[in-house]
């Protein structure tokens, strides 16, 4: 096996580590998995948090140890980068969709021409209503906000952009 088939085969392993937060994404759906590369026969595996301080950090380094001591890498570089800060703008289409069917709003456009949370239009997970209701700007995790919809009147979380 060459270098690079050795490090799409790592990406591959790694790519389906879940979030632990949301476990219906992988950190390549999050877009946290940054890059894998191999430096003097040991894998890298390059990681920036949703937050800094992301609680779920930790796990997602564990689970990438894990997964890749399972797949016979007992030795492997994890790095945490903080710049350039992580961006909804890096969730895969695939990502939004899973969040979507698992009944959590994604984010709404691209990021860095962000609304308030109070002017964005968030369409209702469950319904696909624009009538929806921002209760709080806060729900299960600091990345998430709490919604309702007028229409169908279910609760439901909405994925914050950032």
């Known amino acids: 096996m060459t270098e690079t088939d050795i490090t799409q085969h790592i990406w591959q392993i790694v790519s389906e580590v879940p979030d632990p ?6 950190i390549a759906d999050l877009g946290v998995l940054r890059n894998v590369s191999v430096e003097n026969g040991k894998p890298v ?3 920036t948090p949703t937050y800094s301080g992301c609680p779920a950090m930790d796990m997602i380094s564990m689970n990438i140890r894990m997964e890749l001591l399972q797949h016979g890498f007992p030795s492997i570089e994890i790095k945490t980068v903080l710049s350039p800060a992580w961006t909804t703008d890096w969730m895969s289409e695939a990502g939004r969709q899973k969040l979507k069917d698992y009944g959590i709003a994604p984010p709404v456009g691209k990021c860095i021409s962000q609304q308030s949370l109070e ?15 921002l209760v709080s700007e806060f729900s299960s995790t600091a990345c998430k906000a709490f919604y309702t919809c007028n229409d169908c009147y279910e609760p439901f979380d909405h994925f914050k952009c950032h």
């Open 45 to 47: 595996i390059t990681i």
């Open 119 to 133: 002017e964005s239009i968030v369409p209702c997970p469950h319904c696909g209503s624009n009538q929806t209701k």
């Open 21 to 26: 937060e949301v476990p219906v994404l992988t």
